[in-house]
RNA sequence: CGGAGUGUAGCGCAGCCUGGUUAGCGCACCUGGUUUGGGACCAGGGGGUCGAAGGUUCGAAUCCUUUCACUCCGACCA
């Protein structure tokens, strides 16, 4: 490709709402434009690293025996009122109608489509296991599209799908996909973890994220500094933290405490560590058919994982408790205690022991000192936010916390879909059995943005080796110089001839231009052809180094086809 | 969805408060010339229904109303 000809149209300035370097360089190196909110225009050079991630995720899933097919973008929503999704999604699902009336959605995900696509299809576990997948566009109506790329409305991704006969092959399958997923993501050059989840209201047994560490990330991560441990911060555990009984004597009983109501005023009217207080959280909990105030209970010093506490209360979403709903269900706020009668209670299994604690007393004004958990038939559950410096359950090492991007998901899912579909195969028995299903997705078009959040510097991209949308850049100094155009034309010619993806940037500018557009748009290496020619020396650079290196202009061929 | 903003040339902005020539500036673009190893210079030039609709007024980018779009913070987000 000449540069001339390319339409790569780079600027200076960035616009102005870009604030991630993976916004900013991508929209001024020419690689995507925004069209409307969470929309993006892939031109050339962005499209050519689309394309360049697909086929790489498309070539390591092929190599494991999963098959590609596409499945229409807009699904009927038939579909989804079947599987009890279409009222479940809310407004992220975007639906229309057609001309004669008919319901549809613009697919978010796939797992109807493709359980409809599969259900009497396959109708015999012979024909087990399979794996199905596609690399299609897919659209969901974030409330808050944000980071360009990073978080579209519209984006492109590939979601698989795997059915089994039972739940053994299905965790094979999930095996083999995380090690595939990962060796995707190590050819693209990305540094990440595979960290344990919240599988969320999708249910399934099992789920990991594949989390690209980056500092612009809008996921919390915890990492294990002595074993293989993370976890998104939703599902992350840690080891209990053991309370020295003996620093505080109490003698129980209610206390005065007037107008003390938070953690930080109780420790200071104690004078007692916050880790002695049970901190009440209030949520008004909603359900498919109602809502109710629920209490979860952790220690004063840790903080409820709202996540964990959804999942385990099994409310579709929770509002905060306002002083009205509190005192509706006979509860004060600032004095809320674990003993209450008709409200459901949830206590944090670090406290399950604990003999020496000061609660609210359920009484205004007044706690509740030398509180214990112990023998009482409360809801021990997980609730707890891990915090850097928490001690990891599996090898005892200090856990910290990191942001990351999420980049893929894979679910052990079950079969919550072929139920609700119907989709069914016969066993060896003969009996109808529905589909152990598995799904994972790969943000195609995220990974590009990703990509560049983890590599570039202040002059622009820095693309890896699998990514790059040119592996060379031949930058003519001063095209009016004929020897120049002449030799760098033949050069690109000669690496053309073998393959090689090539630029020539034979533009008119000045070199400062050319040299600071391949620093921007980030190609691995560039070959300056320009005064040096006069020696017989032109230059090698390296973006990722800026390293410049002189090669005599008969070596040249040969170094960039053994360098690319 | 709550809160806060912004819409003026491809991009970045000024003008608006206090209405009044032909709506400016930088970058980009076109023509000619001089330049050519780190985003050149000189000269000339093109490009705008001032987001949209309605209203007030002799007169609206500017004031009023409505609306749309986009952004930011938050909530949300297999």
């Given at each position: 490709m000449r540069f001339s000809k390319l339409f790569a149209p780079t600027t200076k300035d960035a616009p102005k709402d870009a604030l991630l370097p993976s916004h900013i360089y991508l929209v001024r190196a020419g690689f995507v434009s925004q069209i409307g909110s969470g929309i993006y225009n892939f031109l050339p050079l962005g499209k050519i690293v689309l394309d360049k991630i697909r086929a790489i995720v498309k070539e390591e899933l092929d190599n494991v025996g999963c098959q590609e097919v596409q499945l229409g973008f807009i699904t009927p929503s038939e579909l989804w009122k079947e599987s009890g999704r279409y009222d479940k999604?809310?407004?992220?699902?975007l639906r229309f109608k057609d001309r004669k009336n008919n319901e549809f959605v613009l697919g978010p995900t796939h797992e109807e489509a493709m359980v409809d696509l599969v259900k009497n299809r396959i109708?015999?576990?012979?024909?087990?296991p399979l794996n199905l997948y596609q690399i299609n566009t897919k659209f969901r109506d974030e409330a808050r599209p944000r980071y360009g790329l990073l978080r579209g409305r519209e984006f492109l991704m590939k979601d698989g799908y795997s059915f089994h006969e039972n739940d053994e092959d299905l965790k094979r399958e999930y095996a083999l996909i995380e090690k595939t997923y990962a060796k995707i993501l190590d050819r693209l050059g990305l540094t990440y973890r595979a960290v344990e989840a919240?599988?969320?209201?999708?249910?399934?047994s099992g789920s990991k994220e594949f989390m690209v560490i980056a500092d612009n990330g809008e996921d919390d991560i915890v990492i294990c500094d002595g074993c293989e441990y993370a976890a998104n911060i939703e599902a992350a555990k840690r080891t209990k933290s053991i309370l020295k009984d003996d620093e505080v004597e109490m003698q129980a009983g209610e206390f005065h405490t007037p107008d003390v109501k938070t953690i930080e005023q109780l420790s200071d009217f104690f004078k007692?560590?916050?880790?002695f207080f049970v901190k009440a959280v209030a949520k008004k909990a909603i359900f498919s058919d109602h809502e109710e105030i629920i209490l979860f209970f952790v220690r004063g010093c840790d903080q409820l994982q709202e996540t964990k506490a959804l999942s385990i209360c099994g409310a579709l979403d929770f509002e905060d408790a306002t002083d009205a709903d509190l005192q509706s269900v006979g509860l004060i706020a600032g004095f809320?205690?674990?003993?209450?009668?008709?409200i459901k209670v949830y206590v944090d299994g670090e406290l399950e022991d604990e003999e020496m604690l000061i609660c609210g007393a359920n009484r205004e004004n007044y706690h509740y000192v030398g509180y214990t958990f112990k023998d009482k038939e409360f809801d021990f559950v997980d609730l707890v936010t891990v915090e850097e410096g928490d001690i990891c359950t599996r090898c005892g090492g200090k856990l910290s916390t990191t942001k990351g991007i999420e980049v893929g998901h894979i679910f052990q899912l079950g079969t919550q879909y072929s139920e609700a579909l119907g989709a069914t195969f016969l066993d060896r028995n003969g009996k109808a059995q529905p589909f152990v299903m598995g799904t994972y997705g790969i943000g195609v078009s995220r990974l590009v943005a990703v990509i560049i959040e983890q590599h570039h510097d202040d002059r622009g991209c820095i693309w890896t080796k699998e990514s790059a949308p040119f592996d060379v850049d031949i930058i003519v100094s001063n095209v009016k110089d004929e020897v120049q155009s002449a030799f760098a034309q033949k050069l690109y010619e000669q690496l053309r001839q073998k393959g090689k993806s090539v630029l020539l940037d034979d533009r008119a500018d000045r070199f400062g231009v050319k040299i600071s557009d391949f620093e921007l748009c980030g190609f691995p290496l560039a070959v300056i052809v320009g005064k040096g020619l006069k020696e017989d020396k032109v230059q090698i650079v390296?973006?990722?180094?800026l390293v410049k290196e002189e090669v005599a202009i008969d070596k040249i061929f040969d170094k960039l086809m053994e360098l690319v």
């Open positions: 999604f809310g407004k992220e699902l109708k015999s576990y012979k024909q087990l919240d599988s969320g209201a999708i249910g399934g007692i560590p916050s880790e809320i205690g674990p003993d209450v009668e008709n390296n973006r990722k180094t």
